[in-house]
């Protein structure tokens, strides 16, 4: 059993950033590859950023390449999502998840995630 517990949420005006991390505790973080999600009311949950066990294989959504980052510290088992250059429709609840043993190729598969945080609101105004 892997816990995750997501902080940094708030709200911000567009152009702004924001840093939201996600700790995990249970299970050896390093096992586990990790991903950001993020679901808009009325939208389903989309893939926003993914990382590999050590930290050298990642992927993002297109429309947050360039402005979002994905990190990991695997002796603080925690996982980060740096966003910056924030738009309106960045507005969702993020929620990070674990994968264990993820590989690139399936880092954007909902299913594939056996954990998840509770998630964290994020608010860009225009």
């Known amino acids: 059993q892997v816990q995750l517990v997501e902080s940094g949420g708030g709200l911000v005006q567009a152009g702004g950033s924001l840093r939201l991390s996600c700790a995990a505790s249970?299970?050896?973080?390093?096992?586990?590859?990790m991903g950001w999600f993020r679901q808009a009311p009325g939208k389903e949950r989309e893939f926003v950023a993914g990382?590999?066990?050590?930290?050298?294989?990642?992927d993002y959504l297109d429309s947050v390449k360039g402005r979002f980052t994905i990190s990991r510290d695997n002796a603080k088992d925690t996982v980060y999502l740096q966003m910056n250059s924030l738009k309106p429709e960045d507005t969702a609840v993020y929620y990070c998840?674990?994968?264990?043993?993820?590989?690139?190729?399936?880092?954007?598969?909902?299913?594939?995630?056996?954990?998840w945080g509770q998630g964290t609101q994020v608010t860009v105004s225009s």
């Open positions: 998840a674990a994968q264990y043993n993820g590989r690139p190729t399936t880092f954007r598969n909902v299913y594939d995630y056996a954990y």
């Open positions: 990382i590999s066990r050590s930290g050298m294989s990642t």
């Open positions: 249970g299970r050896t973080f390093s096992a586990y590859a």
